[in-house]
């Protein structure tokens, strides 16, 4: 199957910019679309930017301008370059990677999503 460890989260000023990255490995045919998603207390997860694995890129609208994703194919990796942190910015960060597995069922699917573990973000005013 897919790990995916994240990592680069951590306190940051408002105003301020940081960097994460979601490194995927495991057994799996290749990577498709990769994303970072985000959730607040008491707010419900939502997507934060996506790369596809031809390098198509989409963002909510609240970070447009501010957060830059990319993507190292080899290195199964993904990057998300946050910068004019905001407080409401504030959440933990989870990547998800939809990947071409074949499941313990013995079922192949081109498109099965995986979740990393999370990373806290956390911006002071």
């Known amino acids: 199957q897919v790990q995916l460890v994240e990592s680069g989260g951590g306190l940051v000023q408002a105003g301020g910019s940081l960097g994460l990255s979601c490194a995927a490995s495991?057994?799996?045919?290749?990577?498709?679309?990769m994303a970072w998603y985000r959730q607040s207390p008491g707010k419900q997860r939502e997507l934060v930017a996506a790369?596809?694995?031809?390098?198509?890129?989409n963002y909510t609208d609240s970070v447009k301008g501010r957060f830059t994703i990319s993507r190292d194919s080899a290195k199964n990796t993904v990057y998300l370059q946050m910068s004019s942190l905001k407080p409401e910015d504030t959440a933990v960060y989870y990547c998800?990677?939809?990947?071409?597995?074949?499941?313990?069922?013995?079922?192949?699917?081109?498109?099965?999503?995986?979740w990393g573990q999370g990373t806290l973000v956390t911006v002071s005013s």
């Open positions: 790369i596809t694995s031809g390098g198509g890129t």
């Open positions: 495991g057994k799996f045919y290749s990577i498709g679309t």
């Open positions: 998800k990677a939809e990947a071409d597995v074949v499941r313990s069922t013995g079922l192949r699917y081109r498109y099965y999503p995986f």
